[in-house]
């Protein structure tokens, strides 16, 4: 029952995104080792034709290596298969963290995808799928889009938020972020755009993936984005770029707020000074 529980965990945590997941008991005997095969739909299949590549299994085997053991040959129609010791998982808090380690191996999958999808840039032997938006979802609720094209990628970030004010803040906020990368001194940083309506790349998707409050933010990434160490980085900053900007009008928020205040104070003491009784 305790393995079970602990079991629902992770597929909750992995049932948020497009991952496809498997769990199979070995056997009756070896109640203790759970099998677990994930699968998430390539973006690129001409780039991944034999499954993960193998930067992704080393980090993948990394995860709690005295727990977490991958199957040399993975559960057919899946990626990945993991063998899980539960006889080995530790209590109470750190057993928590460590579900939560496992739960992770999506986003390290989809991260993986991702660097394929940009390194590939500008390769003449990969003409599959051009111009094709290809859905892509890290964080629950907010998918986004990457776009290939001979010479760059482009990724569109529909944008939604819960609170007009929010709205408000985000989209001055996008409208400063268009005018600092379009000046000389970001000239290197990846072209951006924001738009309140879908932009032309998008047509034909889902309504639903199109129904925003907040319009369209797109980034331009070309082949010097991607050189080297700025690979990892520009993966980072689009699958992160949902999170920066709820981060940047929380924070918005809460100065304004905190001004606020402060300019009722000062007018209450005004206003207490002026009629005080002398």
């Given at each position: 029952?305790?393995?079970?529980?602990?079991?629902?965990?992770?597929?909750?945590?992995?049932?948020?995104?497009?991952?496809?997941?498997?769990?199979?008991?070995?056997?009756?005997?070896?109640?203790q080792?759970?099998?677990?095969?994930?699968?998430?739909?390539?973006?690129?299949?001409?780039?991944?034709?034999?499954?993960?590549p193998?930067?992704?299994?080393?980090?993948?085997?990394?995860?709690?290596?005295?727990?977490?053991?991958?199957?040399?040959?993975?559960?057919?129609?899946?990626?990945?298969?993991?063998?899980?010791?539960?006889?080995?998982?530790?209590?109470?808090?750190?057993?928590?963290?460590?579900?939560?380690?496992?739960?992770?191996?999506?986003?390290?999958i989809?991260?993986?995808?991702?660097?394929?999808?940009?390194?590939?840039?500008?390769?003449?032997?990969i003409?599959?799928?051009?111009?094709k938006?290809?859905?892509?979802?890290?964080h629950?609720?907010?998918?986004?889009?990457?776009?290939?094209?001979?010479?760059?990628?482009?990724?569109?970030?529909?944008?939604?938020?819960?609170?007009?004010?929010?709205?408000?803040?985000a989209?001055?906020?996008?409208q400063?972020l268009?005018?600092?990368?379009s000046?000389?001194?970001?000239?290197?940083?990846?072209?951006?755009?924001?738009?309140?309506?879908?932009?032309?790349?998008?047509?034909?998707e889902?309504?639903?993936?199109?129904?925003?409050?907040?319009?369209?933010?797109?980034?331009?990434?070309f082949?010097?984005?991607?050189?080297?160490?700025?690979?990892?980085?520009?993966?980072?900053?689009?699958?992160?770029?949902?999170?920066?900007?709820?981060?940047?009008?929380?924070?918005?928020?809460?100065?304004?707020?905190?001004?606020?205040?402060?300019r009722?104070?000062?007018?209450?003491?005004?206003?207490?000074?002026?009629?005080?009784?002398?």
């Amino acid at each position: 029952m305790k393995n079970q529980r602990r079991l629902i965990t992770i597929y909750m945590n992995l049932g948020l995104s497009n991952i496809i997941f498997s769990v199979a008991q070995a056997s009756v005997s070896d109640s203790q080792n759970i099998y677990l095969s994930l699968s998430t739909p390539p973006i690129l299949p001409e780039v991944l034709p034999n499954g993960l590549p193998q930067s992704t299994l080393q980090a993948v085997k990394k995860v709690h290596p005295d727990i977490v053991e991958v199957v040399e040959h993975p559960e057919e129609g899946f990626q990945l298969t993991l063998k899980l010791n539960f006889a080995k998982l530790p209590h109470r808090r750190d057993c928590i963290k460590v579900i939560s380690d496992i739960s992770s191996l999506q986003a390290v999958i989809l991260s993986s995808q991702l660097k394929e999808t940009l390194w590939s840039l500008g390769s003449r032997d990969i003409s599959h799928g051009m111009y094709k938006p290809i859905k892509l979802v890290y964080h629950p609720r907010e998918p986004f889009f990457v776009i290939r094209m001979p010479e760059k990628t482009t990724a569109i970030f529909p944008m939604r938020f819960r609170d007009d004010s929010d709205v408000i803040l985000a989209t001055a906020f996008f409208q400063e972020l268009m005018d600092v990368g379009s000046s000389s001194a970001w000239a290197k940083a990846p072209p951006c755009t924001w738009s309140p309506i879908p932009p032309p790349e998008l047509r034909g998707e889902p309504f639903q993936d199109l129904s925003t409050n907040g319009g369209f933010v797109s980034f331009d990434i070309f082949s010097r984005h991607v050189e080297g160490t700025r690979l990892d980085k520009t993966v980072w900053s689009l699958l992160n770029f949902y999170a920066y900007v709820k981060y940047h009008v929380k924070c918005t928020r809460g100065f304004i707020q905190r001004r606020m205040r402060k300019r009722l104070e000062i007018l209450a003491e005004a206003i207490n000074l002026h009629y005080k009784v002398p």
